[in-house]
T-cell receptor, first 113, second 111 residues
């Protein structure tokens, strides 16, 4: 069965610092991988997704993620944090034979001025 | 606006009652998914419909049921509600290839 582990339920960075949110997955077959962001009292917005094309995936708002099969990881990064990046971030995996997403528990990102 | 419309946005009801949550998928999307988000369980997949047929089932309680109508909108019915059913319920839709778009959710409070 597929699963996702997000390391760190809460990450705090200073404005302008590197953002690194960690995600490891478990899957018996090559999966689709996603990062979603949830702002307070809002729905989930897709940041980026990996579907076996380029291993480095660029998303919206300056975020990117790199698929590393050997490490079963799909960490999310952004070179320079902005106050508006404060939100909760979810990593998700989708078995290719189905469409439903299996989510990690989320990482809440705080950005300090 | 994601294109996925959920109504109502907020719902307060008493224990033991039944409620219906409604979802209109993005234009052209045939798949509809329902998810529950709670503080203790996180985001849990409940059920998926594709063009009116049930496609996949997740952690959906027997007290909960869903359906997708010919016009592709979907309803999630929650009955015999308990305090623990209080959560944010999301609908999402997909046209294939893994692009799943979420609505803004229905916040259900059971008192």
């Amino acid at each position: 069965a597929q699963s996702v582990t997000q390391l760190g339920s809460h990450v705090s960075v200073s404005e302008g610092a590197l953002v690194l949110l960690r995600c490891n997955y478990s899957s018996s077959v090559p999966p689709y991988l996603f990062w979603y962001v949830q702002y307070p009292n809002q729905g989930l917005q897709l940041l980026l997704k990996y579907t076996s094309a380029a291993t480095l995936v660029k998303g919206i708002n300056g975020f990117e993620a790199e698929f590393k099969k050997s490490e079963t990881s799909f960490h999310l990064t952004k070179p320079s944090a902005h106050m508006s990046d404060a939100a909760e971030y979810f990593c998700a995996v989708s078995p290719r034979s189905q469409g439903n997403l299996i989510f990690g528990k989320g990482t809440k990102l705080s950005v300090k001025p | 606006d994601s294109g996925v419309t959920q109504t109502p946005k907020h719902l307060i009801t008493a224990t033991g009652q039944r409620v219906t949550l409604r979802c209109s998928p993005r234009s052209g999307d045939l798949s509809v998914y329902w998810y529950q988000q709670s503080l203790d369980q996180g985001l849990q997949f409940l059920i998926q419909y594709y063009n009116g047929e049930e496609r996949a089932k997740g952690n959906i309680l027997e007290r909960f049921s869903a359906q997708q109508f010919p016009d592709l909108h979907s309803e999630l019915n929650l009955s015999s509600l308990e305090l623990g059913d209080s959560a944010l319920y999301f609908c999402a839709s997909s046209g294939g290839q893994g692009w799943i778009t979420f609505g803004s959710g229905t916040r259900l409070t059971v008192v």
